[in-house]
């Protein structure tokens, strides 16, 4: 079994920056692939960031180049860097894992199996 415990949301200004971060707890060989989602009010949930087993990244076009997701395997840790928050990065931001994902399905929820419970972020202008 999997958790993944997501921290670090809280409430900035915009042009303000917040990093997050997704502990993983449990079967740590189940989650080689893992990402970064968000789902604003009213809204579907998205991809924005996901990062292979390899390090290799896949970004959203609305976060590209202010956004930067990493992983640190000896904490079994996920961060989501978010730098130039915009009002509309406004979403609960939830942590997805799963043994394999492919690639250019990275920022797909249905490719994820398993989930956080969701850290809030709100940009205010």
């Known amino acids: 079994q999997v958790q993944l415990v997501e921290l670090g949301g809280n409430s900035v200004q915009a042009g303000g920056s917040l990093r997050l971060s997704c502990a993983v707890r449990?079967?740590?060989?189940?989650?080689?692939?893992m990402g970064w989602f968000r789902q604003a009010s009213g809204k579907e949930r998205e991809g924005v960031a996901a990062?292979?087993?390899?390090?290799?990244?896949d970004y959203a076009d609305s976060v590209q180049g202010r956004f930067t997701i990493s992983k640190d395997n000896a904490k079994n840790t996920l961060y989501l860097q978010m730098n130039s928050l915009e009002p509309e990065d406004t979403a609960m931001y939830y942590c997805?894992?799963?043994?394999?994902?492919?690639?250019?399905?990275?920022?797909?929820?249905?490719?994820?199996?398993?989930w956080g419970q969701g850290t809030q972020v709100t940009v205010s202008s």
């Open positions: 997805a894992a799963d043994l394999w994902v492919t690639r250019h399905l990275s920022l797909l929820r249905s490719s994820y199996k398993f």
């Open positions: 990062i292979d087993r390899l390090g290799r990244t």
């Open positions: 449990g079967d740590i060989s189940s989650t080689l692939f």
